[in-house]
């Protein structure tokens, strides 16, 4: 769905609801070529490949994609950095402690349930990390999708991002990755580092599982190695959903709006509300903000070029549009938040009650920012220790067990045209 934010779709007599679910990640021929031929470059030549394309893209200079340990040991960030970036890790780390001990998961170790039949489950042997960066730092990114996985137990977590124009990484990057406990960095950003990491080349192993957000190119890598590597899923440009009522602050709302689209002018914002004076103030306040932002050309692309505001019939159709757009971020900021996010059934994160600040959720809270974007929170799920475990199957029959099942594998088996089978159970079975 491509429209401006400041287009009000009245859904009060029920059209145009259909609109709000037919969002959906955007494709284009010229990317998927692109995107193709640096993958197919890669397999093909491997570090030099890798090379040509962080020259061409990042630092003409670069001549070593992989970060020393004398970068990570030795970078330093400012006090007050550091103690954030700490806070951050302490209550991340928590949060997802928490979590796999919800599954009796977190220490690394295989758990076994079953005699007979039963399951075996084991955290990956080892996973990428895709962190962007070039023109912006963003160690959060490191903690988000590291931390998951340290909780998980993974054996090893590479982690790529693109360098600066200099060759080097921004510094607190350098501290996420020491204080995280990543040895191994490679400074590789766009589909180069997706086709790294999941097809493996002279200097970056292969991995299991690759994750984190990125751009087009990204996503479109992501896209075209499925099958070769194990994905988190559709991370695209960030969007937010902010609900509102007559109660509402108009500030706090449009703040909100505010922190997602700053990202990038492809970013997406949508307002909702039972109310036209709610919606009056919140466009007030967002143009009077609009003059003062420092970011305002990227905020104006993505104010005018995607989202919308959604003026619903009540409560009820608030909800259904909630639903309908399943929108990465999802802030609740109207009366009794509680009860009404209970029944928000499709949203990447809820952010209840005017308190839940976005950037709360995406530096501090706990859960992981990385959120399934585009209408992809309607089946997939945040970055969790979950996306870092994998489940094995387990058969152990005795004798007696199989052949108490074997006439009925027989009848299956030659139903469905396929002897070998029925015969593979005969042969086990004494009648």
């Known amino acids: 769905m491509t429209s401006s934010f400041w287009d009000v779709l009245d859904v009060r007599d029920g059209a145009g609801l259909s609109e709000l679910s037919s969002r959906g990640p955007t494709r284009d021929a010229k990317t998927e070529e692109t995107v193709a031929n640096i993958l197919a470059d890669v397999l093909r ?3 030099a490949a890798l090379l040509e394309v962080c020259q061409q893209f990042d630092c003409y200079s670069l001549t070593e994609l992989r970060v020393t340990a004398t970068e990570i040991d030795e970078a330093t960030v400012a006090p007050e950095v550091d ?28 758990r076994t349930w079953g005699s007979e039949v039963g399951q075996q489950i084991r955290p990956l042997a080892r996973v990428g990390v895709y962190v962007p960066g070039g023109a912006a730092a963003y160690p959060s990114s490191v903690l988000m999708n590291v931390l998951p996985a340290v909780v998980a137990g ?28 990543v040895r191994t960095a490679f400074k590789v950003g ?39 590597v194990g994905l988190d899923g559709y991370a695209g440009p960030s969007e937010v959903c902010v609900v509102i009522d007559e109660s509402s602050d108009p500030v706090l709302a449009a ?5 997602q689209l700053e990202h990038a002018p492809d970013n997406a914002g949508f307002l909702i509300s039972e109310c ?13 903000r609009l003059e003062l932002e420092p970011r305002r050309e990227i905020l104006d692309a993505a104010f005018g070029r995607n989202g ?10 608030a909800l259904e549009a909630v639903n309908l757009l399943a929108a990465e971020h999802v802030t609740v900021a109207v009366r009794d938040a509680d009860a009404f996010a209970e029944g928000v059934v499709n949203g990447g994160c809820i952010l209840i009650g005017e308190f839940s600040a976005e950037s709360a ?27 870092f475990i994998k489940i094995q199957s387990r058969i152990a029959l005795d004798q007696a067990a199989m052949e108490a099942l074997a006439a009925d594998i027989r009848a299956l088996a030659e139903l469905e045209g396929f002897p070998a089978h029925a015969r593979g159970a005969t042969l086990r079975s004494a009648s």
Do not use: C, M
């Open 276 to 288: 036209s004076e709610a919606i009056a103030a919140v466009h007030t306040e967002l143009h009077l």
């Open 83 to 110: 103690v954030a970036l700490d806070h951050a890790i302490r209550r991340v780390t928590e949060f997802h402690v928490a979590q796999a001990r919800e599954f009796g998961l977190g220490d690394g170790t295989t």
């Open 45 to 47: 030549r491997g570090d």
């Open 190 to 228: 766009g589909a180069a580092a997706i086709a790294a990491l999941a097809f493996g080349t002279e200097s970056v192993p292969r991995v299991d599982k690759i994750v984190g957000p990125g751009n087009r190119f990204v996503n479109e890598a992501k896209r075209q190695v499925w099958g070769r």
């Open 255 to 259: 703040a909100d709006l505010l922190t």
């Open 361 to 387: 959720g995406d530096y501090l809270a706990g859960p992981s920012h990385t959120l399934p974007t585009a209408g992809a929170a309607r089946w997939q799920s945040p970055v969790n220790v979950l996306d």
């Open 154 to 181: 993974v054996g090893e977590i590479i982690v790529t991002t693109p360098s600066r124009p200099d060759g080097t990484l921004e510094p607190a990057v350098l501290v996420a990755l020491r204080k995280t406990g």
């Open 308 to 317: 919308r505001t959604i003026l619903v019939r009540d409560r009820e159709q």
